[in-house]
C-alpha cells in the first residue's frame, strides 16, 4: 500500500480488540465514537495485525450479505479476528463458503427444524423447571454455574444423545475452543489447545462412531455421518465442526441468560412489564441477544478491492464486523443502551449473525432464554447480584465466567 493510501484511511483511536474493554466493559464509548465518527475504520497494529473494524448496523449487513467478495473461509484467514485458531486452521461450516457452506449447513439445518423444535421445546421446558427448582433461596449462588452452564450444556448433550454427566468435559473443549485473546498468542497455550481438541476428538469419535454403524437418527452426530456432506471429514475438519457445534450451542445462549440478571438489575421496570404482559416474554429473549451481543465480532476476509462505507478495502485485507456496536446503532434502536422487552425492532438485531451464515441453532437459543424469562416471570421471584460478575476476556464472546446472585421471592 502507498503511504498516501495509508495516510487517507481513518485510524481507529482506540484498538477495539483489547481484552480490558470487555473486562472493564468498558467499550461502550469507543464504539459509539466510531459509529459517529468513522463506521469504518482502520487499525494498522494489533496483537491480531492489522484490521478494519465495521461498526454500524447498516454496513454490517452489507458485509454480511456478500460472501462473494467478504469471505468467511478458512483458507483466505478465519471467521474471528485472530488469523488462525491457537495457531491451527479450523475448516468447520461456518469457516467456508458457497458451495461447501450451503452443503454442510444443509446435513444440520433440519436438527432445528419446527417439527424437531415442538419436540425440543418441550425439553427446554423440563430442563428449565428443574435447575429453577434446585435454586436455593435467601442463599448466595453463582448463576453461570447453577444456571447458565447447565441449562445450555444440557441441551448440547441432548442434541448430542450423549451423557448430561460429561457437560463439564464439553464445557472445557468449548472454552478452549472459542479462547480468542492476545494473551493466547504464544506456543505453550497453543500446545495445550491441541491437547485438548486432541481429548474432543477421541471422545467424539467414539460417538461417531458407534452412530456410524446405527441407523440414522435425529441426533447431530448421526446427522453428520451419515450425510454426504459431513460423513468423510479429515480429523482437522471433525474438530473444527465439533468444535463450533459445542460453542455455537451453548456460549452464546449462556452468556444471553447470565446478562438477563444484569437486565433486569438495571432495569427492574422491564421484569414488572413482564409480569403484567407475558406475552412480551418472546420479545424479551430477542431484546437481550441485542443488548448483551453474546458474540461480539466476526471477521472476513476480502477477496478483492472493495468500497464499503467510503473506504477502499484492499484484498486479503481482515475485515471486522463489530456486533456488539451494530446492535447499539442508535439509528436503528433509539435509546439503544435501553434494555426494553417491548422494542419493537427487537429482532432486527444480529447477535445471530445475518445472511447465509445466520446462527443455524437460532430457534433453540431463543427458547432457552424464553423459557428462563418465562419462569422467573410466573415465580414471581427475583434474581439479586451480590457484588460484580467477573467478564470473559475474549474480543470475540462477549460473557461472563461468574455471577454471584440470589433468589427473593416477591
Known amino acids: 500500500m502507498s503511504d498516501a493510501a495509508a495516510a487517507s484511511r481513518p485510524i481507529n483511536p482506540v484498538d477495539v480488540s483489547a481484552d480490558a474493554l470487555y473486562v472493564e466493559d468498558s467499550w461502550r464509548a469507543p464504539f459509539a465514537k466510531l459509529r459517529a465518527e468513522m463506521p469504518v475504520s482502520w487499525c494498522p497494529e494489533s496483537p491480531f495485525g492489522p484490521y478494519w473494524s465495521v461498526v454500524t448496523h447498516d454496513l454490517v449487513q452489507e458485509v454480511?450479505?456478500?460472501?462473494?467478495?467478504?469471505?468467511?473461509?478458512?483458507?483466505?484467514?478465519?471467521?474471528?479476528?485472530?488469523?488462525?485458531?491457537?495457531?491451527?486452521?479450523?475448516?468447520?461450516f461456518i469457516a467456508q463458503d458457497p458451495p461447501v457452506h450451503t452443503a454442510q449447513r444443509k446435513v444440520i439445518a433440519p436438527a432445528f427444524s419446527p417439527s424437531q423444535m415442538i419436540k425440543l421445546d418441550k425439553l427446554v421446558r423440563e430442563r428449565t423447571a428443574m435447575l429453577i427448582d434446585g435454586l436455593p433461596l435467601g442463599e448466595t449462588f453463582d448463576w453461570v454455574e447453577r444456571v447458565s452452564i447447565p441449562q445450555t450444556l444440557g441441551m448440547l448433550c441432548i442434541l448430542f444423545d450423549m451423557p448430561f454427566e460429561e457437560w463439564r468435559d464439553i464445557k472445557r473443549w468449548s472454552d478452549w475452543a472459542s479462547g480468542v485473546s492476545a494473551d493466547n498468542l504464544n506456543e505453550a497455550y497453543?500446545?495445550?489447545?491441541?491437547?485438548?481438541?486432541?481429548?474432543?476428538?477421541?471422545?467424539?469419535?467414539?460417538?461417531?462412531?458407534?452412530?456410524?454403524?446405527k441407523p440414522p437418527s435425529d441426533d447431530l452426530l448421526s446427522r453428520m455421518v451419515h450425510s454426504e456432506a459431513m460423513g468423510n471429514m479429515e480429523a482437522i475438519e471433525r474438530i473444527a465442526n465439533i468444535a463450533l457445534l459445542i460453542v455455537g450451542g451453548n456460549d452464546t445462549t449462556r452468556n444471553s441468560m447470565s446478562a438477563l440478571v444484569e437486565a433486569f438489575d438495571r432495569y427492574p421496570d422491564q421484569l414488572e412489564r413482564l409480569r403484567t404482559d407475558p406475552a412480551l416474554i418472546p420479545n424479551a429473549a430477542q431484546e437481550i441477544v441485542?443488548?448483551?451481543?453474546?458474540?461480539?465480532?466476526?471477521?472476513?476476509?476480502?477477496?478483492?478491492?472493495?468500497?464499503?462505507?467510503?473506504?477502499?478495502?484492499?484484498?486479503?485485507?481482515?475485515?471486522?464486523?463489530?456486533?456488539?456496536?451494530?446492535?447499539?446503532?442508535?439509528?436503528?434502536?433509539?435509546?439503544?443502551?435501553?434494555?426494553?422487552?417491548?422494542?419493537?425492532?427487537?429482532?432486527?438485531?444480529?447477535?445471530?449473525?445475518?445472511?447465509?451464515?445466520?446462527?443455524?441453532?437460532?430457534?433453540?437459543?431463543?427458547?432457552?432464554?424464553?423459557?428462563?424469562?418465562?419462569?422467573?416471570?410466573?415465580?414471581?421471584?427475583?434474581?439479586?447480584?451480590?457484588?460484580?460478575?467477573?467478564?470473559?476476556?475474549?474480543?470475540?464472546?462477549?460473557?461472563?465466567?461468574?455471577?454471584p446472585v440470589t433468589i427473593v421471592q416477591e
Not at 491437547?195 to 467424539?204: D, I, V, Y
Not at 427487537?346 to 445466520?358: D, E, P, Q, T, V
Request: net charge neutral; with cysteine.
Open 64 to 92: 454480511e450479505l456478500h460472501p462473494e467478495v467478504f469471505s468467511s473461509s478458512w483458507d483466505k484467514g478465519n471467521i474471528t479476528i485472530a488469523d488462525a485458531v491457537n495457531g491451527q486452521e479450523f475448516p468447520n
Open 190 to 213: 497453543q500446545m495445550q489447545f491441541l491437547e485438548q481438541m486432541g481429548e474432543m476428538l477421541a471422545r467424539f469419535d467414539r460417538e461417531l462412531e458407534d452412530r456410524r454403524t
Open 290 to 403: 441485542r443488548w448483551q451481543s453474546p458474540v461480539t465480532h466476526m471477521r472476513r476476509t476480502a477477496l478483492a478491492d472493495t468500497e464499503l462505507g467510503g473506504q477502499t478495502i484492499r484484498k486479503g485485507e481482515k475485515v471486522v464486523m463489530w456486533y456488539i456496536s451494530a446492535n447499539r446503532d442508535e439509528r436503528v434502536f433509539p435509546d439503544a443502551e435501553r434494555f426494553d422487552v417491548g422494542r419493537d425492532n427487537a429482532r432486527r438485531h444480529l447477535g445471530f449473525g445475518h445472511g447465509i451464515h445466520r446462527c443455524v441453532g437460532a430457534k433453540l437459543a431463543e427458547a432457552q432464554l424464553a423459557c428462563v424469562i418465562e419462569e422467573i416471570v410466573k415465580r414471581r421471584i427475583r434474581v439479586v447480584p451480590q457484588g460484580a460478575p467477573t467478564r470473559l476476556a475474549s474480543p470475540f464472546l462477549h460473557g461472563f465466567t461468574a455471577m
